[in-house]
């Protein structure tokens, strides 16, 4: 991620100055960041696309998955997240007010799934966005590390590829983390059957 702008703006200011069509762009207490994914990480956004995209297709489910989108955190006009893979529950749309003009939602339970695939920003993935996300009530957020860059706290020791899969329950995130042929277990995608090294291959 590089910094782009230094001094500190609004979501206000960031909706108008995001360029329209081009770029990956997200808002950090107020600093912009550039977006720019090396070839694997995009192969590994790709593929888990795809699959969700069969099962959304396959069990008529209402979600739908955005090319480009915000999330706001809770109680900050200086913060806006880009996620990797965004699902989001087509039913709540109409409650989002900043959806139809800044692409931007601001509510939970509009969002039934976010994916972050780890890149050298690792501390954000598990430190600021699971926060925010718990806070705004997203009922599960993965964190695909396909090249363990995380913290041992975090993957553990020694470190390895890891899917860190968090599910809201009682407004507090529990943890389950997935390794080689461990089968994701999903709870907005429960027929998904998909291993943790497949999502790892794909990045080989």
Do not use: C
């Not at 749309?93 to 800044?102: A, G, I, Q, V, Y």
């Amino acid at each position: 991620m590089i910094t782009t702008i230094s001094q500190p703006i609004t979501l206000e200011e960031f909706w108008d100055w995001y360029p329209d069509g081009f770029g990956r762009y997200e808002l950090h207490d107020g600093a912009i960041f550039e977006m720019q994914p090396i070839g694997n990480h995009e192969e590994v956004i790709s593929f888990l696309t795809i699959k969700l995209a069969v099962q959304i297709e396959k069990f008529d489910l209402p979600y739908l998955i955005p090319k480009q989108a915000l999330i706001k955190p809770l109680d900050t006009n200086k913060s806006a997240y880009n996620p990797d893979v965004l699902i989001l529950d087509k039913s709540n749309l109409n409650n989002e007010s900043l959806w139809k003009t800044r692409s931007t939602i601001t509510q939970g339970k509009t969002v039934p799934l976010v994916i972050e695939v780890v890149s050298t920003n690792w501390g954000y993935d598990y430190g600021h966005k699971l926060i925010d996300y718990e806070a705004l009530g997203i009922t599960e957020y993965w964190i695909v590390d396909y090249l363990g860059l995380g913290g041992k706290r975090y993957i553990g020791d020694p470190k390895q590829p890891t899917i860190s899969i968090y599910q809201l329950v009682d407004d507090e995130y529990q943890l389950q983390q997935f390794r080689e042929n461990d089968v994701l277990i999903s709870s907005i995608f429960p027929n998904l059957n998909l291993t943790a090294q497949q999502i790892f291959d794909i990045a080989n």
